[in-house]
Nanobody, 126 residues
């Protein structure tokens, strides 16, 4: 399994931006697809964005398209989630996840991911 450590969460106002980071402790970073999920209070964990091993394929849930961007830095073993135009409904704990079985995909399915970080809280006030 991969050790994943998220950072970058915080309290912001609606319309602000945040960048989340997730550092993966792995020997070969390109062996994994990576994703961000989020979980709001009282709700199930949901898919936000994913990126495949090469960065050639990205996926987003509809509610964040044109506002969020996922990217990865191979030199730093880090995946990022740039979040712009934040809304109160984006408030959640954001989790980083790694998929070692199908790294070429960048899946939106929570079941594909076999390693998870501890999460970072994002709170957006109105």
């Amino acid at each position: 399994q991969v050790q994943l450590v998220e950072s970058g969460g915080g309290l912001v106002q609606a319309g602000d931006s945040l960048r989340l980071s997730c550092v993966a402790s792995v020997r070969t970073f390109s062996n994994y697809a990576l994703a961000w999920f989020r979980q709001a209070p009282g709700k199930e964990r949901e898919f936000v964005a994913a990126i495949n091993w090469s960065g050639s394929n990205t996926e987003y849930t509809d509610s964040v398209k044109d506002r969020f961007t996922i990217s990865r830095d191979y030199a730093k073993n880090t995946v990022y989630l740039q979040m712009n135009s934040l809304k109160p409904e984006d408030t959640a704990i954001y989790y980083c996840a790694a998929d070692s079985l199908f790294p070429s995909l960048g899946s939106c399915s929570i079941d594909e991911y076999d390693s998870w970080g501890q999460g970072t809280q994002v709170t957006v006030s109105s």
